[in-house]
């Protein structure tokens, strides 16, 4: 029995809780056969452009300050993007928590802080 | 102490670790001022476009057997849209665990198993 | 012979010559397999994407006013939306030219401008 | 007075005729602080989005053969796409006509009908 459970250790973290859930939603609806990576990879970026969609208007300080209902509405567009997300990695096999984990160190190592800082510029930019 | 961690009991959870961890990373490089959900929501719809980009010429069967290398590069784009997800829920300080779990509950019922059987008909076309 | 061309007259606007040259650049490349209405609008999204993805760190302020290397870059992401919209368009037998008519039609129909002014608000909220 | 009106000869190109509803329609409703570069840009995404939204479930063989009220759904999403594309163009003072017909230039130069006949893949591993 572990006290500490590590990042990968088991069925109660979120990403592995909502991979499981997903493939038992998609196999007692049979959509299987729709779950294709393509598709999912559409289904994932249909999502994304429902999230930009609430911001496109919206100042940067207004998107900053959004209304209970756009927030709500919002907070399950978010939702969406991550159950295809996880969705599209699982039927890929792709682990995605080492995935981000692995990216989060490219970025460190491509945007030092020291020459990132303050600075949006894309890390072949960075000089 | 636990032995059940529950899905939100704490810092061992990736999509919190993930949270925490890209905290520090805008922190370090002062890179809070870039960060208004606006932008993020477009980071993360311009991640979700190159991950499109992979599959778009694609067949249903080729985008289910990805060489090494073009899944290896989906894999870190997954990781992409998955950082500025985790990311811009934090700044608008919206629970992702929570509103997945809320999102599949909506979609059980949306989508009765019976129903949804085998049809990829928006819920509002089940009749 | 007519002095005064009307919008669909023909060979000489813009829309349709470009419609023809990429049937021309798809078949000289024998690749009308892979220019499915589906895959066709992956790369739309795609494309669209790209776009994003030059403005998602500036301000309102700094994407109206480009530096000469970004506004170039830009201009041949926008071309890249237009060539990949048309061809859409085409292989669905759509004239988008119609199509954009009957939509400023509808949406001068639904945002009066009287109601509209100086809000940014969907039609349905217009109240 | 010409008899062959040439690719950018006035306002009967379509794209002209356009850009000068959107500015109408646009200053109408007071609506040009709304309709900065980056606002467009996330608009046009949006609605990539939705048109995609269209596609994602469908196989390839279903998707170039569209029921007549999905069809008429995506030629109004077809257009809305346009719309946007040629107001952020023209916001930014970039000539889409201009633009166009130099990316199929540049498309022509990196795909040479030989080498890229029958392939999908991109022009920089066309070998």
Do not use: C
Request: charged residues 30%; aromatic residues 6%.
């Amino acid at each position: 029995m572990k006290a500490q459970p590590t990042l990968t250790d088991g069925p109660s973290d979120t990403l592995q809780v909502l991979r499981d859930a997903l493939r038992v939603f998609a196999a007692e609806r049979a959509w299987e056969p729709f779950h294709t990576p393509k598709n999912l990879a559409m289904a994932l970026s249909g999502e994304a452009g429902e999230v930009i969609e609430h911001f496109q208007w919206l100042t940067a300080e207004q998107s900053a300050a959004l209304d209970a209902d756009t927030r709500e509405a919002v907070a399950l567009e978010l939702a969406d993007v991550l159950l295809y997300l996880v969705r599209l990695a699982d039927v890929l096999d792709i682990d995605l928590d080492e995935a981000a984990q692995r990216k989060l160190a490219i970025n460190a190592s491509r945007y030092p802080a020291d020459r990132a800082h303050g600075r949006s510029d894309k890390y072949d930019k960075l000089g």
